[in-house]
């Protein structure tokens, strides 16, 4: 096979490689092509190797590689080459077939001359380079006159791409102030041709736009600052435009272009300054502690953390009472109180306030300096304030036994205004639900009211306002804990039921039981209790008690020789005392059992033996018992069979039982009118429904101070104070359950004058002297018929009850 057209730079073998015969080694064939001094000796020894005497299928392919220009725009096929065997004669015997990458598609073979043409337009940055085969058939028979061998086409580039910038547009930031040369971004530029060949792809770089404040590196594309002391607050953004061009940047290359977006990022350059150099502010003084007072705010041109501030105050007499802090995300002074004001100590402050940057850079300190200061008047508005207690909190200690009305503190409070008012106090009632205390309204005296407990409520806590009388919004309070101390009030006693036994077989001192003993009360040093047996039991011969100094005692047996059947059960009554002052004590009774134990002292029995009488009744006394039973009932029943119809009432008939009519009447009464009128709770006498009915607490109300001398000893109201005597009579009337409410007991002058129906009180109808007559309801109509028969003149004989 040979070439014809496009071949390569080895012309010279070509003419010898057309004449040889290759013996199947393709990889030698296309070493022979390359013409190098390797590729000649090879070649000899072939030529050597012909004359040999042994023979092989020869093949008589020339063949070589394929070059062809891409981007073809002619209306005509391309041709490439020709393939051409030794073994055509020109008759059109043989036939060519190509076969491989674009066959029939991007190429075509004439298959009797063997010419090769491109028939669709090639593009090198498609592909490079395409590898087909070819081969020679008998076009009669079909057969292969020689072996498919294979070659190459390969596509020659034109400069038809232009640089591209495949990563942009490009975004950039370089600080301010930066010198001169520094680098910003590199741009890279790409083109599709062919760098092996020719100049078409090597790019140039040059700047459009951007200039003087950048400058780009036409080899590399590395943008550098053109310009010193670029200022970001003068000017933040820059759009600079780069060409790349190919050919080495000479006349009729390509060119491609890219945006690189520049920003100057912030650096501390700018100092802080105060726009104002005075501020004025006010506060009320009753502003809380961390309330805001007011801003203050020094402007920096700088951002993000290098327009952060820090604000401080330096100087002025109000240091101690407000702070400021910054606020981060507006980076402004917040003026806060530090501590409580009062306008009457002091009416206006004056601060030095200094913002400076916490962030500095050394190269930009000679633009400082980076820290400014201005002043701050504050002034204190006065507010009516209410009282405040001195001191703010009470503790107080009392003794449980303490009498009503004794003063147990004085709680102290004040108008913290220039005007000074008046205060009144009072309690809680919410912090002292059971009334123990009271406050006088004018001193602020705390009193007690009832008895105090400590084994009840050992702890009080209570809240004492104070009110200022001319504005009763004004109220303070303030927090007073009682302590109540225990006195020697609670007598000891058993904590529980005690029983024990004892043998039938027991000696004298031994145990039988160990008691112990509890006490509500508290002493100081602690328990001490003492035990004996009671007086009534002093000269107890059968048992004894022996103190444990632990506050238990033993109980002891004093003899031997105990039995049932002469006594079962022993009570032995225990005095118990305590060492508190005054001492007190009390008994406890131990109940001990006699009981039948065993050799080792295991109870056995408990119960003593029935006991059996000698002698038994005989048939004839008992029938005269049960007799005598019966007779008794009969009579009981007798005499209760009189009672009751002596009792009974006289029946009247069904028409005139007054207690299973019902009468309705249509008169409506005056409603709420007649309720309110007057209050039913007045005409209650608390004596006799006392008597008539059990002890139950009033819940609805309280009950009224009734004749409270009668309860209060005189001299009382001459040795105590009145407020001990009120609060002492106040409490006697609070246990009193059957005194008339106060807040309802109402005294009426006169009643029932003007009306026509005359009074309706029953007060003086038993004092009458002629009976009040009843006959006019019959002249009522039929609907008063009943009560007319009822309380009217009767024309009938009486009944006999």
């Known amino acids: 096979m040979w070439t014809s057209g496009r071949m390569s730079n080895a012309k010279s073998w070509l003419g010898l490689g057309m004449s040889l015969y290759f013996w199947g080694l393709m990889d030698l064939t296309t070493t022979v092509l390359s013409g190098t001094p390797t590729a000649q000796g090879k070649l000899e020894a072939l030529l050597s190797h012909k004359t040999q005497s042994h023979l092989r299928t020869k093949r008589s392919w020339v063949w070589n590689q394929f070059f062809v220009l891409e981007e073809y725009t002619g209306t005509d096929p391309l041709y490439v080459g020709k393939l051409h065997s030794d073994m055509d004669r020109g008759d059109g015997s043989i036939k060519y077939i190509l076969s491989g990458e674009g066959a029939g598609i991007v190429f075509t073979i004439d298959d009797t001359t063997g010419d090769i043409h491109a028939i669709q337009r090639l593009d090198r940055e498609e592909r490079a380079q ?4 070819a081969q020679a ?42 010198p001169v040369g520094t680098s910003v971004i590199q741009v890279t530029a790409t083109d599709a041709d062919d760098p092996t060949y020719g100049n078409s792809a090597r790019v140039v770089y040059s700047i459009l736009q951007g200039q003087p404040y950048f400058s780009v590196d036409s080899k590399t594309g590395v943008i550098r600052t053109a310009l010193m002391n670029m200022d970001r607050e003068a000017k933040e953004y820059y759009e600079v435009i780069i060409q790349a061009k190919d050919m080495g940047g000479q006349l009729g290359g390509l060119a491609g272009t890219t945006t690189v977006n520049i920003t100057l990022s912030d650096v501390n350059d700018n100092p802080p300054r105060f726009p104002q150099k005075h501020y004025q502010m006010s506060v009320l003084e009753s502003a809380p502690v961390s309330s805001t007072v007011g801003r203050v705010f020094a402007k920096d041109l700088d951002e993000g ?11 002025g007499d109000g240091t101690d009472t407000f702070d400021i802090n910054t606020d981060p995300n507006f980076q402004v002074g917040i003026i806060t109180v530090k501590k409580p004001l009062s306008f009457e100590s002091k009416k206006s402050y004056t601060l030095k306030v200094e913002g400076a940057n916490p962030h500095l850079e050394m190269r930009f300190l000679n633009l400082g300096p980076f820290q400014d200061t201005t002043t701050v008047h504050i002034s204190v508005e006065d507010v009516d304030e209410p009282p405040v207690f001195e001191p703010d909190f009470y503790l107080v200690e009392v003794l449980e036994d303490v009498a009503i009305g004794t003063t147990i503190q004085i709680i102290s409070a004040k108008d913290p ?76 006693e058993f904590p529980r039921f005690y029983e024990a036994f004892v043998c039938e077989n027991a000696k004298a001192g031994q145990l039988i039981q160990t008691v112990s003993a509890v006490d509500q009360d508290d002493p100081h040093n602690g328990q001490h209790f003492y035990y004996s047996l009671a007086p009534e039991a002093a000269n107890n011969p059968n048992f004894t008690v022996k103190n444990n100094q632990d506050n238990t005692a033993r109980i002891l047996t004093r003899r031997s020789g105990f039995r049932q059947q002469e006594q079962s059960i022993f009570y032995l009554p225990i005095l118990i005392a305590d060492s508190g002052q005054p001492v007190l004590s009390s008994t406890g009774t131990l109940t001990i059992q006699v009981c039948s134990c065993d050799d080792d002292g295991h109870v056995m029995s408990c119960s003593p033996e029935a006991y059996m009488l000698p002698v038994s009744l005989s048939r004839g006394a008992l029938i005269a018992i049960l007799a005598c039973i019966f007779v008794l009932l009969v009579l009981v029943l007798l005499i209760l069979s009189m009672r009751r119809h002596r009792k009974q009432p006289y029946i009247i008939n069904d028409d005139e039982n007054i207690h299973e009519n019902i009468v309705r009447y249509d008169d409506e009464g005056g409603g709420e009118e007649d309720t309110e009128a007057f209050d039913i709770a007045a005409m209650w006498n608390p004596r006799e429904a006392q008597a008539a009915a059990a002890p139950k607490t009033r819940q609805d109300m309280l009950p009224e101070i009734e004749s409270l001398s009668r309860y209060v000893p005189q001299t009382c109201a001459v040795n105590s104070t009145v407020h001990s005597y009120v609060l002492a009579k106040l409490y006697e009337a609070d246990m009193d359950l059957w005194a008339p409410p106060f807040d309802s007991l109402q005294t009426y002058m006169f009643e ?36 007319a028969e009822l309380y009217g003149a009767s024309e009938g004989p009486s009944p006999l009850w």
């Open 305 to 315: 953390i290098n327009a952060e501030m820090k604000y401080t105050i330096v100087d």
């Open 417 to 492: 205004d220039v005007t000074n008012n008046s205060i009144r106090y009072s309690i809680d009632r919410s912090s002292d639900p059971g009334r123990f205390f009271y406050v006088d309204i004018t001193t602020g005296a705390l009193m007690t009211a009832r008895p105090l407990d400590r084994e009840e409520f050992s702890w009080h806590n209570i809240t004492v306002l104070a009110m200022e009388m001319n504005n009763p919004s004004q109220v303070g309070s303030v927090s007073v804990t009682i302590e109540v101390l225990d006195v020697n009030d609670n007598a000891p």
């Open 752 to 787: 029932g004058d003007g009306s026509v129906a005359g009074s309706l009180s029953s007060l003086q109808s038993a004092t009458s002297d002629s009976e009040q007559s009843f006959d006019f309801l019959t002249d009522w109509g039929p609907r008063f018929r009943k009560l």
């Open 137 to 178: 058939l008998d076009r009669r028979t079909g057969r292969p006159m020689e072996p498919e061998s294979e070659f190459i086409i390969k596509i020659q580039d034109i400069n038809d791409n232009e640089p591209k910038f495949l990563d942009g547009p490009y975004v950039a930031t370089v600080p301010e102030m930066s």
């Open 130 to 133: 395409y590898t087909l085969r």
